[in-house]
């Protein structure tokens, strides 16, 4: 962690110098008349969309919630190994870590084939496979996530803090053209009704050049662009519930699949604290058109099914937090934005969603929080570089192109993996059903999906061809970046290559350089240092705007091949090591070494060319964008050209 860059400062270092002017936002406030971004509904997706909007002050960003305050118990639950890294960008994975369940192992529990009425261990295995992520499988109360994401906002520059208790009547979208055929600076008109009781009935009227609808599966934005969620309901209900229970079951904390011979099927995943766990009940099969509020479920419906599948072990329900019944169904927008698909060419877009109002999952694959935060991850790195000018509003066009068809890809699997879970068991060799062994084969085949490190973004303009794709075979075009252990050059410390990326809206430039010796006037390193640092055509010199540090818009990381022992830090070209902020300091972590002592080269554990080294270009939500030689300045350039705008005089 990095600080003190514009001057000696003391307190927490996490929490950032505010801007000079702030609009603060209260529920006793009214909300300004414009703004650049209005978010609607406090989810996960509104926040994470929030807490990185926050980061940038001259952004007018508001995030508004009808109901009256923060959320304080979540329905989700399971943080993907994929999300976690996305949580290091905005400084709070080590707080999920401490305080969440770690998945480690899951077992696999099927009838006894002596005595069909009771269960015995047919399986057990580890949760995610080695090496996939230096991050766990965890579990936490999505409430305390939501408490995470509040804290980076009112830490940020901006401050922000949620307005609640505004609920969405309208919203309207100026598409028309002015005379010099401009469109209008904020085209989106949004009605809001105060329902807090101090305001009750208030409304107000906010013009917004963007609006980001993450208000949930009954999503009143979405309506208002006239999208619809299809898809069809399995027609199979579930219940949930959180309970303190004793229990002689003897994997109470793994998390578990069980599948009995007549009763249905359980998923039991332990909560974070040490006593209290989650169970998923599977319910009777609905008729067609049948809802489930119809069959007035209650709580000890759910405990008696559980007690029915779990014998003959004994389940004492001490106390119930929290439960609920609803139906599977996966559902998905044709669309994310509110530009219909024969009007791309002609039209921007002004209004998104995001999360459960684009893409409904079921609970069996833990999907849901986290794509959705993943949703706006993808979105507010680009309305933020829109909004500052880097990239034309054409960008925002990816947003919708990228999200839709990993939406559908990830229900495609959620649809076969509930399917599976509410099958009948085979009962022979030759008979219908399933048998338990293959639920427990898919979910390790498909164990990079409930990862989260499943997604891939296909060529673009922000993903590029896979041309040069064997210069780094373990770093994929278009999946996000894998970490792996380095050594930081400056002060010899062990870190996480992947951790130096913040969610700031920056892109990466990971340079694995060659064997040469990098103080060599032959070393294509230095030769690429001397072009971004001289050439007209260098992306840092075209994309930042003159005073801005060199790093600005795309932070360049070094890594070397040499142990860190080996190299001298004075002897690194100058764009190594940069001067930044208003007093010129050097900033010393800008290269890396191998992380020899562990056996955990980099190198070799990411497939990089150690004979021509290569560049790995990062997005800034994580994800590879392109592989390319190290000597290829001309193809650098133009990568960046495509979709940045020039900000610095030709």
Same mark, same amino acid.
């Given at each position: ?11 927490? =270092? ?17 909300? =300004? ?77 099927? =009838? ?36 995470? /994401? ?13 307005? #609640? ?7 309207? $979208? ?13 085209? @989106? ?20 050049? #963007? ?57 039991? $995943?332990?909560?974070?604290?040490? #006593?209290?766990?989650?169970? !998923? ?31 003959? !072990? ?37 209004? /998104? ?21 993943? *949703?706006? /991850? ?20 990816? !947003? ?150 060199? *790093? ?16 001298? @830090? ?47 270009? @990062? ?23 495509? /979709? ?7």
């Amino acid at each position: 962690m990095q600080f003190h860059l514009n001057g000696f400062r003391t307190g927490d =270092p996490a929490v950032s110098e505010p801007a000079t002017e702030l609009a603060t936002s209260s529920t006793g406030a009214s909300l =300004p008349q414009e703004v650049d971004v209005l978010i609607v509904g406090c989810g996960p997706a509104g926040l994470t969309l929030a807490a990185q909007l926050a980061a940038f002050p001259k952004i007018t960003t508001r995030i508004v919630e009808q109901k009256p305050g923060p959320l304080e118990l979540g329905q989700a639950d399971g943080i993907a190994c994929r999300t976690i890294e996305m949580f290091d960008a905005f400084g709070f994975s080590e707080r999920v870590l401490k305080e969440s369940y770690w998945v480690n192992e899951t077992v696999f529990w099927k =009838p006894d084939a002596t005595q069909p009425e009771a269960i015995v261990r047919s399986g057990r295995i580890q949760d995610v496979e080695d090496g996939l992520s230096e991050f766990p499988h965890v579990i936490l109360n999505q409430a305390r996530i939501h408490d995470f /994401f509040l804290d980076v906002m009112r830490r940020s520059p901006s401050r922000l803090e949620p307005d #609640y208790s505004r609920r969405l009547l309208d919203l309207q $979208i100026d598409t028309a053209r002015n005379a010099d055929g401009s469109a209008s600076s904020h085209p @989106v008109t949004v009605k809001l009704e105060r329902v807090d009781p101090a305001h009750e009935g208030e409304i107000e009227t906010v013009r917004a050049r #963007y609006v980001v609808g993450c208000d949930g599966a009954r999503s009143a934005v979405r309506k208002s662009i006239g999208r619809a969620l299809e898809g069809d309901s399995a027609n199979q209900a579930w219940g949930v519930m959180d309970v303190l229970a004793v229990t002689d079951f003897p994997d109470v904390r793994l998390k578990a699949l069980i599948q009995s011979a007549g009763e249905g099927t359980i998923i039991i $995943i332990p909560r974070e604290g040490g #006593y209290l766990i989650r169970i !998923y009940v599977e319910l009777d099969k609905l008729s067609e058109n049948e809802r489930v509020a119809s069959r007035n479920i209650g709580v000890e419906h759910l405990i008696a099914a559980a007690q029915r599948i779990l014998r003959p !072990y004994s389940f004492e329900v001490k106390e119930v937090a929290w439960w609920s019944v609803y139906e599977i169904g996966q559902r998905l927008c044709d669309k994310f934005d509110d530009v219909p698909a024969e009007e791309v060419e002609q039209r921007l877009p002004a209004v /998104f969603i995001a999360g459960d109002a684009c893409h409904t999952h079921s609970p069996k694959a833990g999907q849901g929080m986290n794509v959705s935060m993943q *949703d706006s /991850f993808n979105l507010g790195w680009k309305l933020a570089a829109v909004l500052r000018g880097q990239c034309p509003p054409g960008l925002l066009h990816s !947003y919708s192109a990228e999200r839709q068809a990993i939406a559908k890809e990830l229900i495609d699997f959620d649809r076969e993996w509930a399917k599976m879970l509410s099958a009948p068991l085979r009962t022979s060799e030759s008979g219908d059903g399933v048998d338990p062994k293959e639920v427990e084969a898919y979910f390790v085949r498909h164990g990079r999906y409930t990862a989260g490190t499943a997604t891939r973004y296909a060529p673009s303009t922000l993903t590029g061809q896979p041309t040069h794709a064997g210069l780094a075979k373990g770093l994929a075009i278009g999946a996000r970046f894998h970490s792996a252990p380095v050594i930081r050059l400056g002060d010899a410390k062990p870190v996480e290559l992947g951790h130096v990326a913040q969610a700031d809206g920056r892109w990466r430039l990971y340079v694995f350089a060659d064997r040469t010796d990098p103080s060599s006037g032959t070393s294509r390193l230095r030769a690429l240092c001397d072009f971004l640092t001289d050439s007209p055509s260098s992306p840092l010199r075209r994309h930042t705007r003159p005073g801005d540090d060199v *790093d600005a818009v795309i932070d360049l990381r070094a890594i070397l091949q040499q142990a860190h022992r080996d190299v001298a @830090v004075d002897a690194l070209p100058s764009l190594l090591l940069p001067r930044k902020g208003r007093l010129g300091l050097i900033d010393y972590e800008k290269v890396f070494c191998p992380e020899l002592r562990s056996g955990q080269d980099i190198f070799a554990a990411r497939g990089i060319d150690r004979e021509h080294g290569c560049l790995v270009i @990062v997005r800034p939500d994580q994800y590879i964008a392109n592989v390319l030689p190290l000597d290829d300045h001309a193809a650098l350039a133009a990568f960046f050209a495509a /979709f940045m705008a020039p900000q610095a005089p030709q």
